[in-house]
């Protein structure tokens, strides 16, 4: 079952907590268990504010699209920002004695952690996030 959704999200903060409607429905129309909810959760809200405000430095004029396609064996989650985008590669490992305190730069390392692919397109401003269904 083929199923496609989309999320605009405003470049503020508060509209992040739209992700979780959009699992929600998702969830409940293909079945997966709550340990792939829970790294949904925190993968797509990580990406959605990096969106919101590293790309588009919380530009109210901006907008991030999310968009959630599922064959039945794959669910890809796409976040679009209209950012200047970023190389990815020059991330600053987080895990680096002199970066443990920082408050951000996380993010990156723990979408690679829990998807199953990530993908930078379009110098940066396109993510795609692969989680396997079974």
């Known amino acids: 079952m083929a199923i496609r959704k989309e999320l605009v999200l405003k470049s503020d ?19 997966f268990n709550d340990e792939l909810y829970a790294k949904l959760m925190l993968t797509v809200s990580e990406a959605a504010t990096n969106g919101i405000v590293h790309g588009n430095k919380l530009d109210p004029s901006k907008k991030v699209v999310l968009t959630a396609e599922s064959d039945g064996s794959v669910l890809t989650i ?19 004695e002199e970066n443990l305190l920082k408050p951000s730069g996380r993010g990156v390392f723990l979408m690679k952690e829990y998807a199953d692919e990530v993908e930078y397109q379009d110098g940066g401003t396109i993510l795609v996030l692969k989680f396997k269904l079974s």
């Open 78 to 96: 796409t976040t679009k920002d209209e950012g200047e985008g970023f190389e990815p590669d020059e991330v600053a490992d987080p895990l680096a």
């Open 13 to 31: 903060f508060e509209e992040v907590e739209k992700v979780e409607s959009l699992l929600n429905d998702l969830q409940s129309e293909i079945g």
